[in-house]
């Protein structure tokens, strides 16, 4: 009599053509088989049903963020707890967690920071002042700032020395566009549109330089770009230009895959500004759908078809695999992708010191011993996954 019950769709049945003692026996029924089976009745209305994973490549961390990780985890193995760090080290909430889990304070003002304390300076670069001040006091001061930030802070130094305006594109508020500005902020003029080169005071026949926020989406900067080499007909730009080569390699990777898609997903915080150009560049590439995600479990239950994949430049492997694994591809995943990245970018100068320095007093006294190796020597074959997986919680 309640065969039904074992039908894929149980609930469809008309229980209002049934007598009224009845139809209480079989909703109560119902009810029980819907708790009893509940994730198959889930499963009915909220299907999980992905063909394939595209899987972008590259993605996730870059070489700056691994030089900043690494950093920051060597100096929860030389001093005690608490080591300091200006700023997110990277803008990713799951590393700062961790980072956090380990001991490490994070601060918005240097002057929080308590005199000899151990100080990293964040991936995104520092204000020369802010920086001047860190050093104060005594603290141990490293600064994890990703060299391809410095060449963009050495243009603004060396562009307003030469007596040009400086034209920067970047995010208002965020950190690299705020450190980057107070190297020169008299020279500089923050542009965020197409439409804000039309408000700022600068006239046409002066020096001026464009540049740039490392971590922008390439459709953003290009229609800044085309509307200023036709306002400022001799503007200097640096030859490469400063969109980094992590930035632009994940989005032309994510381009590739993004019409082939029912869903992107982008794997990273919201406040990465290469995470959020991803999510533009997945858009404006035919993506359907384009959803952002901390990690898997904000993925929705609902997702079909083809769903390519891809990560900010601060988020862990870790962190995609499992996205990958709560979408459960019937046939699998596949990368995608021509650009292999061999970029390295060594420890900070000061760590490298603070590590040598460390290692000759603790073997001081031993009249014979073998020449003095720093364990940084092996930093390139050790990845910022492992050093966060090696981290004690
Ligand atoms: S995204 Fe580019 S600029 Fe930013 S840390 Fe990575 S390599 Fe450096």
Redesign the pocket.
């Known amino acids: 009599m309640l065969d039904f019950l074992d039908t894929r769709f149980p609930v469809m049945l008309d229980l209002t053509t049934v007598g009224n003692k009845t139809l209480l026996n079989y909703k109560l029924k119902l009810l029980f088989f819907i708790n009893a089976n509940f994730s198959n009745f889930k499963y009915f209305l909220f299907n999980m049903n992905v063909d394939k994973v595209l899987l972008a490549t590259p993605r996730g961390f870059?070489?700056?963020?691994e030089k900043a990780i690494k950093a920051l985890a060597w100096m929860l193995k030389i001093f005690p707890p608490p080591v300091y760090c200006y700023h997110e080290i990277v803008h990713n909430q799951f590393v700062v967690e961790t980072f956090k889990k380990n001991g490490v304070i994070f601060v918005d003002d240097v002057n929080d920071v308590p005199a000899f304390a151990p100080l990293m300076l964040s991936?995104h670069g520092t204000a020369p002042t802010v920086e001047d001040q860190a050093r104060l006091n005594f603290r141990i001061v490293i600064n994890a700032v990703?060299p391809?930030?410095t060449k963009v802070h050495h243009e603004v130094k060396i562009r307003s020395k030469k007596g040009f305006s400086i034209i920067y594109v970047g995010h208002s508020g965020h950190e690299e566009a705020v450190g980057t500005m107070a190297v020169a902020p008299e020279s500089v003029y923050l542009v965020e549109t197409p439409e804000d080169l039309d408000n700022i005071p600068i006239s046409n026949d002066s020096p001026t330089a464009l540049l740039a926020q490392?971590?922008l989406s390439q459709d953003e900067w290009k229609d800044i770009l085309d509307k200023a080499i036709i306002k400022f007909p001799d503007l200097w730009m640096p030859n490469r230009g400063d969109l980094?080569?992590?930035?632009t390699n994940r989005q032309d990777a994510l381009a590739d895959i993004s019409h082939l898609s029912d869903t992107v997903i982008v794997v990273g915080s919201a406040n990465s500004s290469?995470t959020v150009a991803l999510t533009k560049v997945a858009t404006a590439r035919g993506a359907k759908n384009v959803i952002r995600v901390n990690s898997a479990d904000e993925i929705p239950d609902d997702l079909y078809g083809t769903v390519g994949v891809t990560a900010g430049?601060s988020a862990p492997d870790e962190l995609i695999f499992k996205v990958i694994e709560k979408l459960n591809p019937k046939f699998g995943y596949q990368e995608v992708g021509k650009v292999v990245e061999d970029e390295y970018f060594p420890p900070p100068p000061e760590l490298r010191e603070l590590i040598k320095a460390t290692a000759k007093a603790m073997t001081a006294g031993i009249a014979f011993r073998a020449e003095l190796t720093s364990p940084l020597d092996s930093d390139r074959d050790l990845s910022a996954s492992s050093s966060l997986n090696l981290l004690k919680v």
């Open positions: 870059c070489a700056g963020v991936a990703c391809l930030v490392t971590t980094c080569f992590a930035t290469n430049a």
